[in-house]
């Protein structure tokens, strides 16, 4: 099955590539790596906005995650033209807006992860790291990139 019967059979449609928000690029292709800027959690097309384990719960923020891949994946469309060229998903970094004690950015970047696998099949299994922050841009609950190998 290709990617977009996957995203079909999904019902996800994907969105254009983002303006960017301050002086950087959507993405960068060097070789076969294509690097994708940070994308900011958003709903209703405004920053999504809350910090995990005061305000937002695990599921809030894992659903926020996966709402982030897809934006991604419109972003990596516009950079490669063709998401069926995608070899793999190489790395996910994952930034979480959290309280000191929350501890599951994990199953938050999981929203992300999980929704690449079922697109990409074994080409989205990636290398991952999750890290909790004290802020993001925008008062955003989440923030991810991605590496991916075409």
Not at 3 to 15: G, N, R
Not at 71 to 75: A, N, R, S, V
Not at 108 to 128: D, K
């Given at each position: 099955?290709?990617?977009?019967?996957?995203?079909?059979?999904?019902?996800?449609?994907?969105?254009?590539?983002?303006?960017?928000?301050?002086?950087?690029v959507p993405f960068v292709r060097t070789g076969n790596l294509v690097f994708l800027s940070g994308h900011i959690a958003k709903k209703d097309g405004k920053p999504w906005v809350g910090q995990?384990?005061?305000?937002?719960?695990?599921?809030?923020?894992?659903?926020?995650?996966?709402?982030?891949a897809i934006?991604?994946?419109?972003?990596l469309h516009a950079a490669v033209g063709?998401?069926?060229q995608v070899k793999r998903i190489v790395k996910v970094m994952s930034l979480v807006n959290s309280a000191p004690d929350f501890t599951?950015?994990?199953?938050?970047?999981?929203?992300?992860?999980?929704?690449?696998?079922?697109?990409?099949?074994?080409?989205?299994?990636?290398?991952?790291?999750a890290f909790g922050v004290a802020q993001i841009p925008m008062g955003a609950c989440v923030e991810i990139e991605l590496i991916a190998e075409v």
């Open positions: 099955m290709s990617v977009y019967d996957q995203l079909k059979a999904l019902d996800i449609t994907l969105p254009p590539v983002a303006t960017p928000a301050a002086a950087y995990l384990g005061r305000n937002m719960t695990t599921e809030e923020g894992k659903a926020a995650a996966r709402a982030i934006d991604l994946m419109g972003t063709d998401l069926n599951e950015h994990h199953l938050v970047t999981n929203g992300a992860s999980e929704l690449l696998g079922q697109v990409f099949g074994a080409a989205g299994a990636h290398a991952r790291s």
